[in-house]
């Protein structure tokens, strides 16, 4: 097994601790320079002093990404406005975009830290790698294209979108790896099928890595049967700089979430207090190594489960499951709790259903009603539309047995729902606001 940083990525417990307080210490002092930690910590006596186990984050308060949005970003800057040298920004998916700035350091870091999960992957100076994320603001561009630099592959910043040109890149550049959206990468497939290239047989694709929205493990599966690759799952926040906060190893069982860089709780989100590992709750992030905007105890909102027990490759930093979705995705459905990343788990282990999917919401006679509406292969509508019909009944039946409400399903024809090049709406809601 090679590792891009042995002695960080197979760090002991004894070790981990002690690297996470001098970092937590520092990280606090260093917050403690920006306006809003001033005040926040300051208003409760919270010092360097404060913290001399890795448990003290305990007397720290939490933020969330209200508390970013309420404040200028200029509020939780740490370091003069001149060492400054880049901004993101959130993707805005639940609001007004989050801005995040990060000094020189910063951005070495982050860009060390992702080439760690893509070397962790098997990605080496050999790799062709074509980033298919939007570039700009949103991290997912920038953030991928310095870490696969670092490692040495050759990096076409091919953005978002232009699934025709994507295409050619891909055969006229020999691309070995791709990072994509996993709703995009399902979708291009459509695109592929119209242009007749069979990327098994007409590409040296071997790598996917997708992330930035939740997906099931079907659609991971549907990913790699499609374009004959491993796929990696990849997860990160603007907040905690963008992608390379946890990733896939090999092993596929969950990502490495990377402790020496984030510490890491995940809370039940309604008594604040942490589960026992291996239970779901809200993944709670403190950045242990950023100059320019250290973060402490970040609600994130996301639902996952912190999987405690080794890993056969060798690292140490614990993993997380598959995101459910964020606290704010959960549907309330006849008073059932749903995510829509439920919904995606069946369609996509179902034969004959295609890439795509929405589910509509609305009330009738004051009680919700739920409409998924999923695209299906042509031949179902070839004859009478009877197989559609069979299909829609078998699709109701297990959606029926996951979600505990039976849903309407409508299957349409490949191509006539709409499709982004960045992450997926799955849920138009057109329900009454209560
Ligand atoms: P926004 O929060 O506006 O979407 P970001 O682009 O920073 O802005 O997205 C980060 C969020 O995307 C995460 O908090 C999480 O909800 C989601 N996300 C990122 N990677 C994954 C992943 N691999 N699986 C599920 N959700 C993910
Ligand atoms: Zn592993």
Not at 315 to 334: A, F, V
Request: aromatic residues 8%.
């Amino acid at each position: 097994m090679e590792f891009w940083n042995k002695d960080m990525e197979t760090i002991g417990s004894g070790r981990l601790e002690s690297h996470t307080v001098t970092h937590l210490k520092a990280t606090v002092g260093r917050a403690l320079r920006a306006p809003f930690y001033r005040k926040l910590l300051g208003d409760s006596g919270l010092s360097e002093a404060s913290v001399t186990r890795p448990t003290d984050i305990d007397k720290f308060p939490f933020i969330d990404k209200d508390d970013l949005r309420k404040h200028e970003p200029a509020d939780f800057l740490s370091v003069p406005m001149k060492q400054v040298v880049r901004m993101h920004s959130s993707s805005g998916t639940t609001g007004r975009p989050v801005v995040v700035f990060h000094t020189k350091y910063d951005i070495d870091q982050w860009t060390d830290l992702l080439a760690r999960c893509l070397f962790m992957t098997g990605f080496r100076d050999t790799d062709v790698f074509q980033n298919m994320m939007g570039y700009g603001l949103f991290t997912g561009g920038l953030g991928f294209h310095y870490g696969a630099e670092r490692v040495g592959a050759l990096v076409i910043p091919a953005g978002a979108g232009n699934s025709k040109r994507q295409i050619m890149l891909m055969k006229q550049y020999s691309t070995t790896a791709v990072h994509i959206i996993p709703s995009y990468a399902l979708h291009l497939a459509s695109i592929f099928a119209e242009e007749g290239v069979d990327p098994r047989r007409d590409t040296k694709l071997a790598r996917a890595y997708v992330g930035a929205e939740p997906h099931s493990e079907e659609s991971r599966k549907k990913i790699e049967e499609f374009y004959g690759v491993d796929a990696f799952n990849s997860y990160g926040l603007s907040e905690m700089c963008g992608p390379g906060v946890a990733f896939e190893c090999p092993e596929k069982n969950g990502m490495h979430i990377w402790e020496d860089r984030y510490l890491v709780e995940v809370i039940d989100p309604k008594t604040l207090t942490a589960v026992e590992p291996g239970v779901e709750g809200e993944l709670v992030l403190t950045t242990l190594d950023r100059q320019a905007m250290p973060i402490i105890r970040y609600r994130t909102r996301d639902r996952v489960r912190l999987l405690a027990d080794p890993c056969p490759c060798g690292r140490t930093h614990r993993r997380i499951s598959r995101i459910t979705g964020r606290t704010d995705d959960m549907l309330i459905i006849k008073g059932v709790n749903i995510f829509p990343v439920q919904v995606e788990r069946v369609l996509m282990r179902t034969d004959g259903v295609g890439n795509n999917f929405l589910i509509d919401l609305d009330t009738v006679d004051h009680i919700d009603r739920m409409t998924v509406r999923v695209e299906g292969d042509s031949a179902l509508f070839a004859a009478d539309g009877g197989a559609a019909r069979a299909l829609e009944k078998r699709i109701v039946a297990d959606l029926k047995s996951e979600l505990l409400i039976t849903p309407r399903v409508t299957v349409v024809p490949a191509g006539t729902l709409p499709a982004g090049e960045g992450k997926a709406v799955r849920v138009v809601d057109s329900r009454p606001k209560q």
